[in-house]
């Protein structure tokens, strides 16, 4: 076809309520009850073919009603790796020679078939399997998987335009080809949106995906797959293979590895690198190695700062999804006079007000953390604590798995700002304080910069527009995401391009042209009209 097209100009999907009285809340109630009262079984799915795996069966679980079984899925074997594998690459031949409008039109299809028919199937899924609320399933699985779904193809046509000047006699083209190889994209729990978008942000550019969610995510992320395949991805061009990953190396070692997107923890990132350095003698190419792992987040208040709107950032950046967004706040820095002055108390009293419980029941602001290891790691730390003389527990600290893994929303004073409190990740409803001497302001900035090995969310909370250049100055390289008088979650596509640098990972962006240009290998291409036909140059006359 001899057209040059412009795709739809994308716009941040809508954000339903769920308000009493509105029909989609209506809607999606009737869709949690159906799905919970279904069990599924979540297979692999190679080539297109929905496949029951071999290996040993995982439960997938409601985390707040622990003993509901949602479905079951099974460990990939090596075999079905390598299976998943062999389809990538066989899928490659024809989906890089596939034009852009044709791969672009699955993915925009796609987020037209999850803002319609299957909003409701994604956001209930997900707060089934992941213990989200309604507001937090909307803005996650429906809103901001159709933002990626649009932004990218967005993104991918202005990379596509960008091309080189030509000299007199010349024309100079740039090839943004696929990856030489297949991708390996590793998926995590805590959000489908990211689920969706790690497999078809490189697909949408050409590559072939084998793609390995999380199994706490996995009752969503089958669905998510219906999805692709229903806007008519072709077979092979990302494979879904179920499991922990004990298999995993089948594809890490595989000479033909061209890249790897990844999000979930520093240590497993740092393991995947590694196996990719010692195999480097072992691949065609160089992988790319893309991904977006922990983070220790914070919020400085400078005492100019509005007590209201602090305390309400402190207890929504904490305490939303459970503390389980990379982005959720973790640790806080507060001026004596805006503590002692009504800033503990308003914060005590919103935090001693949440209530986490069954997601279904809307009127809970939370649900359960993901599973019984991450119950484990916030109890072990609250036993940690009562013999601590340099922390207290100002509210919250307990918690309760007889129906689901509860852990309450927990606030700690710490005195020592470098206490593990403001190092360690623990990714949970847990927010440590350090309230400091009004006049240190500038002393505090210097030193929460760089006490934590991550780099990822923070935010400055001041009407001191002095203060907020200083801080700003001072913590530049400290969070990928930065934030002035607001908390330090909620990154839109297209709005606030996600991603940090030192422990949280390479920063390349997702919901930005930035991501995709990692899924290309650019190829120059010169063509000469006029080519010379005299060997020497005019000094030598």
Not at 487 to 508: E, H
Request: aromatic content about 10%.
């Amino acid at each position: 076809m001899d057209a040059l097209f412009t795709v739809p100009t994308p716009e941040n999907e809508p954000v339903n309520s769920y308000a009493p009285g509105t029909p989609e809340r209506e809607r999606l109630q009737k869709k949690l009850a159906e799905l919970a009262g279904t069990r599924l079984d979540l297979d692999l799915n190679i080539s297109g073919e929905w496949r029951r795996g071999t290996g040993a069966e995982i439960e997938v679980v409601q985390p707040h009603r622990r003993h509901h079984v949602l479905g079951v899925t099974r460990e990939a074997t090596a075999g079905e790796w390598a299976d998943a594998v062999a389809a990538a690459k066989a899928a490659r031949h024809d989906w890089v020679r596939t034009d852009f409008a044709d791969r672009a039109a699955v993915f925009l299809r796609a987020a037209e078939l999850i803002s319609g028919p299957y909003r409701d199937v994604l956001n209930a899924a997900t707060m089934l399997g992941q213990s989200k609320t309604a507001a937090q399933a909307e803005i996650d699985a429906a809103c901001e998987l159709i933002d990626f779904l649009r932004f990218n193809v967005s993104f991918a046509e202005g990379i596509y335009r960008e091309q080189p000047i030509s000299s007199k006699g010349l024309w100079n083209r740039m090839d943004h080809r696929p990856l030489d190889g297949f991708v390996l994209a590793i998926t995590p729990f805590n959000f489908t949106a990211i689920a969706g978008n790690l497999p078809t942000a490189p697909a949408l550019m050409g590559n072939t995906v084998v793609w390995k969610p999380s199994p706490t995510q996995q009752f969503a992320a089958h669905f998510v797959m219906r999805v692709l395949l229903e806007a008519g991805l072709p077979h092979g061009v990302i494979n879904m293979v179920t499991g922990v990953g004990e298999h995993s190396e089948t594809a890490l070692l595989d000479a033909d590895l061209g890249g790897i997107h990844f999000t979930g923890s520093t240590r497993t990132f740092q393991h995947l690198w590694q196996t990719v350095g010692r195999n480097i003698g072992g691949y065609r190419t160089y992988p790319r190695l893309v991904g977006e792992t922990g983070g220790k987040d914070f919020i400085i208040a400078h005492p100019s700062a509005d007590l209201q709107t602090l305390a309400v950032a402190m207890v929504r950046g904490a305490y939303e999804y459970q503390g389980q967004k990379c982005s959720a706040l973790s640790r806080t820095y507060v001026p004596a006079s805006l503590w002692r002055g009504g800033l503990k108390d308003a914060v005590v009293g919103m935090t001693e007000d949440i209530t986490y419980g069954d997601v279904a029941d809307f009127a809970n602001f939370g649900g359960a953390v993901i599973d019984a290891r991450a119950y484990a790691k916030h109890t072990a730390l609250f036993e940690r604590l009562r013999g601590d003389a340099k922390a207290t527990v100002v509210t919250g600290g307990t918690a309760d798995d007889s129906q689901g893994f509860f852990v309450q929303p927990t606030l700690i004073e710490a005195t020592d700002p470098t206490h593990e409190l403001f190092t360690e990740e623990y990714f949970g409803p847990i927010n440590a304080v350090h309230v400091y001497d009004d006049a240190d302001f500038d002393t505090v900035v210097r030193e929460a910069a760089d006490i934590a090995p991550y780099a990822l969310t923070g935010a400055v909370f001041a009407t001191d527009r002095a203060a907020i250049a200083r801080a700003s100055e001072a913590l530049r390289f400290a969070a990928g995401n930065y934030y002035i008088n607001d908390k330090p979650t909620g990154a839109v596509v297209g709005q606030q391009p996600f991603g940090g640098a030192r422990g949280s990972g390479t920063n390349d962006k997702a919901g930005s042209w930035q991501n995709l240009i990692r899924w290309v290998s650019p190829r120059s291409i010169k063509e000469n009209f006029v080519p010379p036909t005299e060997y020497r140059y005019p000094h030598q006359g």
